[in-house]
């Protein structure tokens, strides 16, 4: 079946530096997702990337779908405290929504 | 390790048939686990939590008669979605956390509900 791999498990920044984590998938995807989680909170969906070698830009966010749609990244420029949490990615297929095992986050002040 | 099986991955059930959907964590104790209902391109919307041995709690908004939730032991937690109607059609996902795991989520591959 499936599978969606998310690396690092757990990254440690200082405030200020930026922070990346990467999803591959075992199998080509039609869309893939991302969510943060915040401590004490449950997933709240980020974005969706649907097309090939897609990049999408949320303020310090940078999300990108790779050219064989069987991997993905979200990186993070300058963290800052507010991003703490736990960071999913979710891929989609055939009715089946995978998700990858998420990146905690620690943001160090 | 920490491997959450939700089962089936696809059903296709008739108006007014109950359907049960399980999550079942293979290699640790969960105590807790959640349910989660999904539109296509919107975001997981929380139903209800469940903790071994104990009621339910549920997301204001969800009926607890219509989505019954049974946690009866620290590996197993089940939803059933009772006289499905069409608008039921959704994708359900589970998601556990691992005692002594802190809050780290691990999720089921979710299920597609199809109601005729």
């Known amino acids: 079946g499936q599978q969606v791999m998310q690396i690092p498990q757990y990254q440690h920044v200082q405030e200020g530096e930026d922070f990346t984590t990467y999803c591959n998938s075992s199998?080509?995807?039609?869309?893939i997702q991302w969510y943060k989680q915040r401590p004490g909170g449950h997933p709240v969906f980020l974005i969706q990337?649907?097309?090939?070698?897609e990049v999408k830009k949320q303020k310090r966010l940078t999300f990108q779908f790779g050219e064989a749609k069987k991997n993905s990244s979200l990186h993070i420029t300058a963290t800052q405290t507010t991003d703490v949490g736990t960071y999913f990615c979710?891929?989609?297929?055939?009715?089946?929504?995978?998700f990858g095992k998420g990146t905690k986050l620690s943001v160090i002040p | 390790g920490a491997v959450v099986s939700q089962h089936p991955s696809r059903v296709i059930c008739k108006s007014g048939t109950s359907v049960k959907i399980e999550c079942r964590s293979l290699?640790?104790?969960?105590?807790?686990m959640f349910w989660y209902r999904q539109f296509p391109k919107q975001s997981l919307m929380l139903m209800a939590t469940?903790?071994?041995?104990?009621?339910?709690?549920?997301e204001q908004g969800v009926e607890k008669d219509k989505f019954l939730i049974n946690h009866a032991s620290l590996t197993l937690s089940t939803l059933t979605v009772t006289s499905a109607h069409p608008e039921d059609s959704s994708f359900y996902i589970c998601?556990?956390?691992?005692?002594?795991?802190?809050?780290?989520?691990?999720f089921g591959s979710g299920t597609q509900l199809s109601v005729l």
């Open positions: 998601s556990a956390t691992q005692l002594g795991a802190g809050e780290k989520l691990f």
């Open positions: 199998t080509t995807l039609s869309n």
């Open positions: 990337l649907v097309k090939s070698g």
């Open positions: 979710a891929g989609g297929g055939s009715y089946q929504l995978t």
């Open positions: 290699d640790f104790q969960a105590t807790t």
């Open positions: 469940s903790n071994e041995g104990s009621k339910a709690t549920y």
